[in-house]
């Protein structure tokens, strides 16, 4: 039977694991570059539960975990979208293992994010889409924005 439970500090271990196969099916980076994003993310990961600023859930089937997403909270300045907010949530690590695909888990872990965000006050959540997550976060009201990026490692 499946159950969702609240992340915690405990779970950094996962939520990083689950991290590096979310950016290794969408071939974000090479197997060095991934293992390094996944040991920097445990301590990380652990310091934004303690501090109540990343609030993850976790899927499981039975013991296995099988699927997680996480929010973290962002202080942001009030903005033309939310000229009074002054936190905004940003989705990250939503992650469902290959053999648990196109059963809802994605949507109810996302869902319950957002229910979060509302209960908390907050107005505006944004998040990075990868191809295969876009549509699912369009049925939900996401819109595409304009964002850029530049990298200043790179110089």
Not at 82 to 104: M, S
Not at 120 to 142: K, N, Q, W
Request: glycine fraction near 6%; proline fraction near 5%; charged fraction near 25%.
């Amino acid at each position: 039977m499946m159950e969702i439970r609240l992340a915690t500090a405990e779970d950094a271990r996962l939520i990083a694991a689950h991290r590096r196969a979310m950016f290794a099916a969408m071939d974000a980076a090479d197997e060095a570059v991934l293992t390094t994003v996944e040991i920097a993310s445990i301590p990380w990961t652990e310091r934004m539960i303690v501090e109540n600023r990343y609030l993850g859930w976790i899927t499981s089937d039975g013991e296995r975990p099988v699927a997680s997403a996480g929010m973290f909270l962002l202080d942001w300045p009030p903005h033309p979208f939310d000229p009074e907010g002054t936190v905004r949530g940003y989705l990250l690590n939503v992650f469902v293992e290959p053999a648990y695909r196109k059963r809802g888990l994605a949507r109810e872990l996302v869902q319950r994010c957002l229910a979060e965000a509302r209960r908390r006050g907050i107005r505006m959540v944004t998040l990075h889409a990868s191809d295969e997550g876009r549509p699912l976060y369009e049925t939900l009201g996401f819109a595409v924005t304009n964002e850029m990026r530049l990298s200043l490692t790179n110089e």
